[in-house]
């Protein structure tokens, strides 16, 4: 195939909609996810750790409760800052429901 100016907009806008359609899906049960950390180390994210033994299910953060959820579906970015406001990972990483040590989330 002969690389056009067609043709790569067309390459363009398939790649676009696929990054996008990439982010705006769930995380399946089985896969973990992996953020970069602020170069403290990356997170992971193991939906299988947070769901053992039905202990949490994906609803308990990103239903919405009061009409808010822990985790709207969309992509987050936190600073050093967001770790003493209590909210989103905080919500449970206090150190009295889940542990609050950095290395039980940065690796």
């Known amino acids: 195939m002969k690389l056009t100016t067609a043709n790569l907009c067309l390459l363009l ?7 996008i359609s990439f ?3 769930a995380t399946p049960i089985e896969e ?11 997170v ?5 750790t947070h769901a ?10 990103h239903s919405p409760i009061d009409g808010e959820a822990i985790f709207e579906p969309k992509r987050y970015s ?3 800052q967001d770790h003493n406001k209590k909210e989103f ?3 449970c990483h206090d150190g009295k429901t889940a542990d ?3 290395k039980t989330c940065h690796y």
């Open 13 to 19: 806008a398939v790649a676009a909609f696929e990054l």
């Open 23 to 25: 982010s705006a899906t």
């Open 32 to 42: 973990d996810r992996q953020y970069g950390g602020g170069g403290k180390g990356a």
């Open 44 to 48: 992971i994210f193991s939906s299988e």
């Open 52 to 61: 053992r033994n039905g202990f949490y299910t994906c609803g308990d953060c």
């Open 78 to 80: 936190f600073t050093l």
């Open 89 to 91: 990972c905080w919500s």
């Open 100 to 102: 609050r040590d950095c």
